[in-house]
């Protein structure tokens, strides 16, 4: 059982580059979420998908972008990387019903913009 | 808005002691959900514990407890008889029950246990 799985778990980018960050769960969970985590600033929320078709902005959303392929895959898409967004990165997913449930976590990917 | 507020960046405990981590929250909401995740060196983010608001009695999970204030807001981690490998950060983490079911962290308590 993987879990959720999360690709590549480390990243350099130059500024100006884009990329993918990707994430997949089968565990058949209806939400995902993608974070950020920054050193004294715990996780950020940055963006959301309460189930397949539907993605909902979170606290950080600028310079992101998602899709959620399916109800296994959401992916996260840097379009023009910048050092503001050198972090490390969560996905995270969670069944959704009666708001108690565990959410389950990717390994996380170490992104660094130069 | 929710927020979680956690006060304390670092703290440390010698082994077999016991130590409490801190951790506040702003909502209007009545009924919702209080969480503690640990991240040790390796990143990845395990569930320690939970407690339903709606439920008076305090969570207990083995030597992890919680002392939990909803008039206060408040909802603290007691570790007991702390061992080396509780050396990591914690968070503690907030969800509503309604609508969307997102998850609120606290900026996180980077916790280091002394032999």
């Known amino acids: 059982n993987a879990g959720v799985t999360q690709t590549p778990k480390f990243q350099v980018l130059k500024t100006g580059q884009s990329m993918t960050l990707q994430c997949a769960q089968d565990m058949n969970h209806n939400s995902m979420y993608w974070y950020r985590q920054d050193p004294g600033m715990g996780l950020r929320l940055i963006y959301y998908s309460a189930s397949e078709g539907t993605t909902d902005k979170g606290e950080v959303p600028n310079g992101y972008n998602v899709s959620r392929l399916n109800k296994r895959e959401f992916s996260l898409r840097l379009e023009s990387a910048a050092p503001s967004q050198t972090s490390v990165y969560f996905c995270?997913?969670?069944?959704?019903?009666?708001?108690?449930?565990?959410?389950?976590f990717g390994q996380g990917t170490r992104l660094t913009v130069v | 808005a929710q927020t979680v507020t956690q006060s304390q960046p670092e703290m440390s405990v010698q082994e077999a002691e016991t130590v409490t981590l801190s951790c506040t929250y702003d909502?209007?909401?009545?009924?919702?959900?209080l969480f503690w995740y640990k991240q040790p060196p390796s990143r990845q983010m395990i569930l320690v514990i939970r407690?339903?608001?709606?439920?008076?009695q305090n969570a207990t999970e083995n030597r992890f407890s919680v002392n939990f204030q909803k008039a206060a807001k408040s909802f603290i981690l007691k570790i007991s008889d702390s061992q080396l490998g509780d050396t990591a950060m914690y968070f503690c983490?907030?969800?509503?029950?309604?609508?969307?079911?997102?998850?609120?962290f606290g900026t996180g308590t980077r916790l280091k246990v002394l032999a």
């Open positions: 995270a997913s969670r069944m959704d019903r009666g708001g108690n449930t565990e959410a389950f």
């Open positions: 983490a907030f969800t509503i029950t309604s609508g969307t079911y997102k998850y609120i």
């Open positions: 909502t209007s909401e009545n009924n919702y959900y």
């Open positions: 407690q339903e608001a709606y439920k008076q």
